[in-house]
């Protein structure tokens, strides 16, 4: 059983329709969620790191929030160049504080 | 400020073949890593690096060697490559915020 699950795998939105993605995890502490953005051909980049349920966090046209057993991605009023894959991982607490676990991403497309 | 840089970018090889793929960081972080990512896997830790000379294995180990003589350099060494570590394998920083940072990704292919 996959320890960070994302969930749609593809989304497609017309740009300014606002919608989520989602990041269910299953460890038994959580120790740090974190969000990515991968471009085609490029390395994961950066975007939010939440530790605690109730905690969000924003970057221009994205939300970041964290419960118990899930994270949502809420992008507002998307725009073209938010197409990408979105990745999520997990730093589980017990475990290396060096290792995440990631989600197998979601692909979001906006249409012009 | 370049980060972090990989080469090559890309790396077409012959099962048997020994081939290295090399990372090199900017900031100095003592953390990195070694990922490789693939369809319905995702990114999986293959080895990672607390300091000069400290290194460990990861999830997916087999077949891959590493090292870490100077801080800012991190290879990876395929020893006898196989197909099926063609793949796209990034390098990452860890911050002290233990936030991680992703190199460009080195894609290789081993026929």
């Known amino acids: 059983e996959d320890q960070v699950t994302q969930s749609p795998e593809a989304l497609r939105l017309q740009e300014g329709e606002s919608s989520s993605l989602n990041c269910s995890y299953t460890v038994s502490g959580l120790r740090g969620l974190f969000w990515y953005r991968q471009d085609p051909g490029k390395g994961p980049e950066f975007l939010f790191t939440l530790y605690s349920a109730g905690e969000e966090k924003e970057k221009e046209r994205l939300k970041a929030t964290l419960t118990k057993k899930e994270s949502f991605l809420h992008i507002t009023a998307p725009k073209p160049e938010d197409s990408a894959t979105y990745l999520c991982?997990?730093?589980?607490?017990?475990?290396?504080?060096?290792?995440?676990?990631f989600g197998k991403g979601t692909l979001l497309t906006v249409n012009p | 400020d370049a980060g972090i840089t990989q080469s090559p970018r890309y790396k077409i090889t012959e099962t048997g073949r020994q081939v290295t793929l090399m990372c090199h960081q900017t900031?100095?972080?003592?953390?990195m890593f070694w990922y490789r990512q693939d369809l319905g896997h995702g990114l999986r830790l293959i080895y990672y690096?607390?300091?000069?000379?400290?290194?460990d294995k990861g999830e997916v180990p087999d077949g891959y060697v590493v090292s870490r003589s100077k801080t800012e350099n991190f290879p990876l060494t395929l020893e006898s490559a196989t197909r099926s570590q063609t793949s796209v394998y990034f390098c990452?920083?860890?911050?002290?915020?233990?936030?991680?940072?992703f190199g460009p990704g080195t894609r290789l292919t081993v026929t």
């Open positions: 900031w100095s972080h003592s953390y």
């Open positions: 690096s607390a300091a000069a000379d400290i290194t």
């Open positions: 991982a997990v730093r589980e607490s017990g475990g290396s504080n060096y290792k995440l676990t």
């Open positions: 990452a920083t860890r911050d002290r915020f233990r936030e991680q940072y």
